[in-house]
């Protein structure tokens, strides 16, 4: 009997063994391209492959974002266990504008839940602009999603706090948690925003009259307006997109930011909405969630592999850096780590 016990207890082993060796084995195949060697080859090709591409432009209806250096391209890429891999200028500061909303969407996540931000906002793309007053006006305030202004100041509006200093304080702290280091204003950017932010207001206005808005109107639309300001470079990025990418943990810091389950919330919108009217064609060629902001900044995340982010102020039509679009695919493409490519059982 003992005997019989013993026998069936060694085969038990075995098989739990073998299923370990032949899992291992698959996670092996899956990150043979993420070596450190292939890693850099790739970031590196990809910065020389585009550094010279003069297509895109500055945006110019924010006057100082007109007056950045159109020569600043960086990249960096950094993995889940904290390795980061750069490329380019990546000291350069720029400001971080839109991108800025998928962390104030991830606090809100954090201290609501994710039912406050699909219900008292939304999460479906709105088939319009960033900026478009028609969506707010045919949805009557509903549907819309917090990477589109009227979506991303309604966010500002639902931050804890007791007042507009308290809501700008915890907003400020959770980008430089993301970043891993304490992040600032770019004080021109912001009054150059603040002294031309007339239609941010009306869409602000417009919620109130909805019942979506859910603080001052005028004053979450400066604290939007301030984090739009928030002056990153291309390392705070690629920090900010891998803390993302590993649930929600800086792997530079190794502080919880937010949890898994924000993340999980968080990176659906990037993927539908995170590149303005032609998310659904960077979803299509790279199958990751990622999200671009009008001062060249663009981040993209490879969930639990890693974060890439490029500086690189022109712009396509869109509103989406030119470079940084062409860097990230390649980068994906050479790594092969879209999440579509799927390799058949064998």
């Known amino acids: 009997m003992k005997k019989l016990i013993f026998e069936r207890g060694m085969r038990l082993i075995l098989s739990i063994l073998l299923c370990v060796i032949f899992i291992s084995g698959n996670l092996s195949a899956q ?19 585009y550094k010279d591409v003069k297509e895109g432009a500055n945006a110019d209806y924010i006057k ?29 500061m720029v400001s971080i504008q839109s991108v800025s909303k998928v962390f104030t969407m ?27 007053i028609t969506a707010v006006e045919r949805m009557r305030g509903k549907e819309i999603n917090p990477l589109v202004n009227p979506g991303a100041i309604a966010s500002t509006s639902l931050i804890n706090g007791s007042d507009s200093a308290a809501k700008w304080a915890s907003i400020l702290q959770v980008h430089s948690d993301f970043a891993g280091r304490n992040l600032s204003l770019n004080m021109p950017v912001y009054i150059s925003e603040a002294g031309d932010n007339l239609r941010n207001q009306a869409i602000a206005h417009l919620l109130l009259a909805y019942g979506r808005m859910y603080f001052d109107p005028v004053q979450a639309t400066d604290i939007y307006t301030k984090q739009c300001a928030i002056n990153v470079n291309a390392k705070d990025a690629g920090i900010m997109a891998a803390t993302l990418a590993n649930g929600g943990v800086n792997p530079i810091t190794n502080k919880v ?14 993927s539908t909405a995170g590149l303005y009217d032609d998310s659904g064609i960077w979803l299509y060629h790279t199958g990751v969630p990622a999200k671009s902001g009008v001062g060249g900044c663009l981040i993209a ?7 890439i982010a490029v500086i690189s102020p022109p712009l396509d039509k869109a509103g989406n850096s030119v470079k940084g679009q062409l860097a990230i695919e390649y980068i994906i493409d050479q790594l092969n780590v879209d999440p579509y490519l799927i390799q058949p059982s064998k």
Do not use: R
């Open 301 to 307: 995340v490879v969930p639990g592999k890693f974060g």
């Open 106 to 132: 991830a606090k809100v996540i954090e201290e609501l839940g994710y039912e406050a931000v699909e219900d008292k906002i939304g999460v479906d793309a709105t088939g319009e602009v960033f900026n478009s």
């Open 64 to 92: 100082e974002l007109a007056n950045v250096d159109p020569n600043i391209f960086g990249i960096a890429l950094v993995t889940t266990d904290g390795q980061v891999y750069t490329m380019g200028d990546i000291e350069s």
């Open 257 to 270: 930011v937010v949890s898994p389950e924000t993340v999980m919330y968080t990176l659906p919108v990037m």
């Open 31 to 49: 990150n043979s391209q993420l070596t450190k060697e292939n890693i850099e080859a790739a970031v590196n090709e990809a910065y020389n492959k």
